[in-house]
T-cell receptor, first 110, second 118 residues
């Protein structure tokens, strides 16, 4: 089983560039999430989705956008990259009490 | 809002010995889940153990067990017979019991970096 797949695994962006972090899950989960992990910190919720067509902001949504056109895919868009967005990004899906995480994307903005 | 606090940024243990990682949390809810996740250098988030707040019995998974003190809002993880492969960052996390909307989100502590010495 593929589970939750994130691409890319690593990326370096220049300030002001845009990019999309891809996330796909093959478990037919309605709930999906984007978290960011900064050094020495736990994961913080950026956005979440409770199903196709429904998204909402988490704790740290500024500078990001999401969409959920299908159950499987939940991409995260950075429009104008800033150094403060240097972080490791995790996508996750959940069913009941169990969460499944992707392997993360390490993003560096220079 | 719920908060999760891990007061030990780093811990170390000798191989084959026992170590306990601490976690406290704050919530006004009576029903919820608590988790311990392991994050090795590969970055993968691996669920170690889960505790439902309504259960008085402490959860156990092989060498991993918890001490859940609901009144004290404390949720510590005990690793017995520590192995080199246990070296990782460990995160304590909280999730409300109620379904719907953002209630499914996890709130994480800052983590404890565990080193296992041979």
């Amino acid at each position: 089983n593929a589970g939750v797949t994130q691409t890319p695994k690593f990326r370096i962006l220049k300030i002001g560039q845009s990019m999309t972090l891809q996330c796909a899950q093959d478990m037919n989960h309605n709930y999906m999430y984007w978290y960011r992990q900064d050094p020495g910190m736990g994961l913080k919720l950026i956005y979440y989705s409770v199903g196709a067509g429904i998204t909402d902001k988490g704790e740290v949504p500024n500078g990001y956008n999401v969409s959920r056109s299908t159950t499987e895919d939940f991409p995260l868009r950075l429009e104008l990259a800033a150094p403060s967005q240097t972080s490791v990004y995790f996508c996750a899906s959940s069913y009941g009490a169990k969460a499944f995480f992707g392997q993360g994307t390490r993003l560096t903005v220079v | 809002a719920q908060t999760v606090t891990q007061s030990q940024p780093e811990m170390s243990v000798q191989e084959a010995e026992t170590v306990t990682l601490s976690c406290t949390y704050d919530t006004s809810e009576s029903d919820y889940y608590l988790f311990w996740y392991k994050q090795p250098p590969s970055r993968q988030m691996i669920l170690v153990i889960r505790q439902e707040a309504y259960k008085q019995q402490n959860a156990t998974e092989n060498r991993f067990s918890v001490n859940f003190q609901k009144a004290a809002k404390s949720f510590s993880l005990k690793i017995s017979d520590s192995q080199l492969g246990d070296a990782a960052m460990y995160f304590c996390a909280y999730r409300p019991w109620a379904s719907g909307g953002s209630n499914y989100k996890l709130t994480f502590g800052k983590g404890t970096l565990l080193t296992v010495n041979p």
